[in-house]
């Protein structure tokens, strides 16, 4: 069986969550990771041969909201 990953900005942009979803890719089962504080947008993830790449755009303080 394969799992399936949410990621998103949560919190007025303040904070970046992985999440699992269901085998319906409908319902949030569990949080996986959550980074505080972050102000990250444009998540992505990539799997190729094993390995996760995980994309993030941070964007500088002065263009923060």
Do not use: M
Request: hydrophobic share 35%; glycine share 4%.
């Amino acid at each position: 069986a394969q799992t399936t990953y949410l990621l998103y900005a949560s919190d007025n942009n303040q904070n970046f969550k992985i999440t699992q979803l269901d085998t319906d890719f409908y319902n949030v089962t569990t949080t996986v990771s959550e980074l505080a504080g972050s102000t990250l947008e444009a998540p992505g993830i990539v799997k190729r041969n094993g390995v996760q790449v995980h994309t993030v755009i941070c964007l500088p303080a002065t263009d923060r909201v």
